[in-house]
């Protein structure tokens, strides 16, 4: 019974996600209200006191495309071998706040500044993403890569 509703929730997940796929919602020819500017964008970086942080980084572009309101979560790793990933979290931290879009060298980057409403108050007020095809890696404030450690 588990395993039929499991699988008519996916297939009705993948009916919401393609509702909108053979429309082009930049030129009008789709409903507004079944699109929306979101873009979702989740992954894990490397950590020097823990292992490692999952980003969950939502971004709701407004009308203009150029910028726009943000949620992110951070979730710290540890280790953990009675589970099956052989991770856990640890702890979690919520922020939000406005981004806008920063065109740079030819690059698209985006700057998000938190609200002060932060549940991690020894986080940074601003972080800068370089923005790739359905990527964004994480870049220091002048928008250049961290260089890794030798």
Known sequence: ????????????AMVGMVACSSNDCSKGSCDKAKCDNDQIYTGILPAADCDGIRYSL?????????????????????????????IKDSVAYKSEGDFTVVEKDGKKYLKLVKDAKDSNAQASDELYFEVGEGTITMVNSDYEAAAMPA
């Open 58 to 86: 939502k971004l709701d572009y407004d009308d203009n495309g150029q910028k726009g309101d943000y949620d992110l979560i951070e979730v710290y790793l540890e280790s953990d071998t009675t589970t099956v990933t052989g």
């Open 1 to 12: 019974m588990k395993k039929a509703i499991l699988f008519v929730t996916a297939a009705l």
